[in-house]
């Protein structure tokens, strides 16, 4: 081995020696914390005396229960988190002193403000919103105040979830939108209970606008007036839903939607309505395009109404509802010029009530091109029954393919008083069983017009009195199979009426294209 070769192997080792060399084994101390409390990753601030003004943005929370005199929590920022921590504020329901109040000084927007987890109760409103934009309101408890749990003035795309509101003095929540804009708001899973007067108010007074309002899986009972009211004068009514929600003892109607403008594209659908007074759900005003749908109304006076005056209600729909109890089941009622026209009613049931469905003009009123269909009637007094008085109009219905049972009167009945008029109407395809009387068109006072109307193929069974006209011109009663066909006017069209033998000739044709037959009894 040469010199050369024996330096670069020493130079080896002694570099190998070095790079393995053992440090000290002392351990090292205790780690050092890595997590960060609460107030490191967001300051919070305590609040411990009212009243209490915020004017910076950032996170607040309650280390008590507190009371005042005056306003409870003052909030003058955006971007503000209140953290009521299970505790409750409390006033002395002074005129004009809320317990939460949101809003800005001046007409500017306030935004972003969440209120959560407690109570507030005996101010005049329990919590007040003004101008406020996209603020959450959650697990609160608003009670005993002396006019509003809730007050909202304006604004938009406020959430309110699982709240209690009980026992105020006017309304539970109190939407207010006079001469302006309520829009967006969501209210879900809430309790709103024996409140003096309406448990949700949304008001568009002045030509305000309501639009976009989601109310959905709540409880409202208890109320003197009304459950649910969305309401403007002259403004808009548009795009609401109320869905999947029980409303219940109300005082005048459970949900109630209006305006003289507009009350359009609004839902109410998979609500239960019981125990109203008056009306269950009542459309009144212009509506146009609303959609009743999957409801149970039971015990009111009307389980829905449709009512217009001097404006028309146009489009609407009332499907795969469940009526009972109700003195009138599904009411279309025009008055004093107004029209209540193209009303689809389908795939209804309308049980135990004075009269399943009705429609009903005065005032020189039109009812007129809605269509009945497909649904189940029984158990009434009148089955459907279209009263046409005081000069008012009921034209080209369609009553067709429905099952009408068991009505203590007539099945169908269609009757014109003083100088109303009843024209083109048609009831075609049903089933009409077991009522006194089957189908009925009568024209009551001379005064009036009955005429044009159609009866076609339909099968009435098990009344005593079968198909029949009093008065009237030019109706039509043509292809129904029937008991027996009581009243009869020399005015009016019947096609032949024979018995199953002198139905079928040997080519297997009907003997007249008109025919009416009445069963053999065996």
Known sequence: MTNRTLIVLIGL??????????????PPGAPAP?????????????????????TVAGSYYLTGNLNTTGHGIVVRADGVTIDLNGYTLTGNQSTDRRGVLIEKIGTDTISGVTVINGRIEQFHSGLYIGRGVGCQFERLVLSSNAVEGVL????????????????????GIFLFGEGGTIRNHLIERCSILRNGFVGIAAEGLAGGRISGLRIQQVLVGNHPQFGISLVSDTGEVDGNTIEHSVVSDSGT???????????SANSIHGCVIENTTINGIHLEGACRGNAITDCRVMDAAAGILIRASAVSAVGNTIEGCNFTGNYEGISLLAVNTGTVHATRIHNNTVTRGNAGVKLEVEDEGSVSGNHIGHSTIADNAFGIYLNGTLNGKINGNLIEACTISASIQQGVLLITRDTSTMIGNVVRDNVVANNLYGILLNELDAGSVLENNVVERNRVYGNPF?????????????QNTTDNFPVSSLSNTYGPIIDEIGVLLPTGRMAHAWANFVPLVE
């Open 13 to 26: 080792l002694v570099h190998t020696g070095t790079a393995y060399a053992q440090g000290p084994l002392t």
């Open 34 to 54: 890595t997590m960060k409390t609460l107030d490191q990753i967001e300051s919070r601030v305590a609040i411990t005396n009212l009243p209490y003004v915020i």
């Open 152 to 171: 909202a003035r304006y604004g938009e795309g406020h959430r309110f979830r699982d709240l209690t509101v009980i026992d105020n003095g006017l309304a």
């Open 253 to 263: 109607d459970g949900i109630l939607i209006t305006s003289a403008g507009s009350a």
């Open 466 to 478: 079968g198909i029949g006209i009093s008065g009237g011109k030019r109706n039509l009663i043509i």
